[in-house]
């Protein structure tokens, strides 16, 4: 009797364990997003759900899938979006659309796994077409992996993505490594708004991520705990980005983040922070370290007086007090040289430019845009900078927001390095 009990337990157990492939039916021509549907949602546990190498599979409407359990999405084949912009806005601006092109929207140890083969696991967006056509209606998110619990984006390669592309709103313990996000443009036309990481949940670690975009390389958001990014290579987009924040006075809440040894090329930010004018909560303990930077214009960028210059204009910050606070905030051994020759970064949409800064010298390497009040323990240690243009390296600082040796003497002026500094 015991005996087989245990042995009808052995049984349900390797049931339970048991492993299979499923492959994604393609026809060509066709919208294959059906198919891949009606596949995972048969086989939402213990499953691997298989893009063929030598196949091209036809993207052409969003999918969401189920809540999953111990699944794998393999894409071994390439993937397309449709190369029609207006079937792409139709998708998009419909009533059924879940906020992006794939979405996660739930599961526990789910895996989004692409390929090393270097012909094969590639998704193309299309965006070129969109960057020329300065089009920017009803553009889809690529990848949302929300609310997943023990996850692990890895090989992804995604090919001139229209805009955004990954998001882990709400995901816990997610591994997101050797991925390549490759949003450049063939011609004089920006790739805007084409996010490589927009971190949010707890305990996320992004490592070996090669990332040619234009906007924020990394973007961590409100309610995210415990990121660390490294070991990456970003270029032409807006640096690795804390906020924005606080929007239309929001309450704001990051904590932990460590940033770390990554190449910075061409992008208009190294480091930056922002937060809105008017908002509230906290960021704290955040550290960027081991940053080397090459024709960066601002490699050091923090301001709590972010706004939409679209809209405008700018808030009066007597009338708007920000109370987004920030705290233990450390830049550590940046390198690099600072972009000082003329230049129109290829977002800018309004006259001056939406990153303009008064009075700026095109020099800075450090600029702290802060309320009084607002903020303690800001240090910038081991930075060493020069210009393309060999002109001597500034900050911007106001002395009555700062309680604290910031690393360098806080005044609009030279860059002189402080005891905190060394």
Not at 72 to 83: D, K, V
Not at 254 to 269: A, P
Not at 406 to 422: E, S
């Amino acid at each position: 009797m015991l005996l087989g009990l245990l042995l009808l337990l052995q049984v349900t157990a390797s049931a339970a364990l048991a492993w299979d492939t499923f492959v994604v039916p393609h026809a060509p021509g066709e919208n294959d997003t059906p198919g891949l549907l009606a596949l995972v949602t048969k086989h939402s546990t213990n499953a691997t759900i298989m893009f063929s190498k030598g196949v091209t599979y036809n993207m052409f409407t969003a999918i969401k899938f189920p809540v999953l359990s111990n699944v794998e999405i393999r894409i071994e084949g390439n993937l397309t979006y449709p190369a029609n912009i207006s079937a792409v806005q139709a998708v998009v601006g419909g009533s059924g659309f879940p906020g992006s092109w794939f979405t996660f929207s739930g599961g526990t140890n789910v895996t989004l796994r692409g390929s090393t083969d270097p012909r094969w696991g590639w998704v193309d967006g299309h965006g070129q077409a969109w960057w020329d056509a300065v089009q920017q209606v009803n553009r889809p998110h690529g990848w949302a992996f929300n609310h997943i619990t023990n996850g692990v984006i890895r090989d992804m390669k995604l090919w001139k993505p229209v805009a955004w592309n990954f998001a882990t709103s709400g995901s816990v313990n997610v591994h997101a490594f050797n991925n390549r996000i490759l949003a450049v443009s063939d011609t004089s036309s920006f790739p805007f708004n084409t996010d490589g990481f927009s971190a949010g949940g707890t305990n996320l670690l992004f490592e070996n991520n090669y990332i040619v975009n234009g906007d924020d390389c990394l973007t961590v958001g409100s309610g995210a705990h415990n990121i660390t990014w490294r070991n990456s290579y970003c270029e032409g987009g807006h640096g690795l980005s804390i906020g924005s924040l606080g929007k239309g006075g929001s309450v704001a809440d990051v904590q932990n983040v460590f940033i770390e040894k990554t190449f910075m090329k061409s992008t208009l930010y190294g480091a930056r922070f922002k937060s809105w004018t008017g908002g509230n909560g906290l960021a704290r303990n955040v550290t960027w370290k081991d940053i080397t930077f090459v024709d960066v214009a601002f490699p050091i960028y923090v301001t709590q007086n972010y706004w939409d210059q679209g809209i405008g204009p700018r808030p009066n910050a007597s009338d708007t007090l920000n109370n987004t606070h920030i705290a233990d905030f450390t830049f550590q051994n940046f390198v690099g040289t600072i972009r000082d020759k003329p230049y129109v970064e290829g977002s800018c949409v309004s006259d001056p430019c939406w990153y303009a800064v008064a009075n700026a010298t095109g020099r800075e390497v450090v600029i702290l845009d802060l309320y009084p009040g607002t903020a303690q323990s800001i240090v910038a240690k081991d930075v060493f900078s020069t210009t393309q243009t060999g002109r001597p390296v500034a900050v911007m600082c106001n002395s009555t927001t700062v309680t604290n040796d910031v690393g360098f003497r806080c005044w609009n002026g030279p860059f002189v390095r402080t005891r905190a500094g060394l």
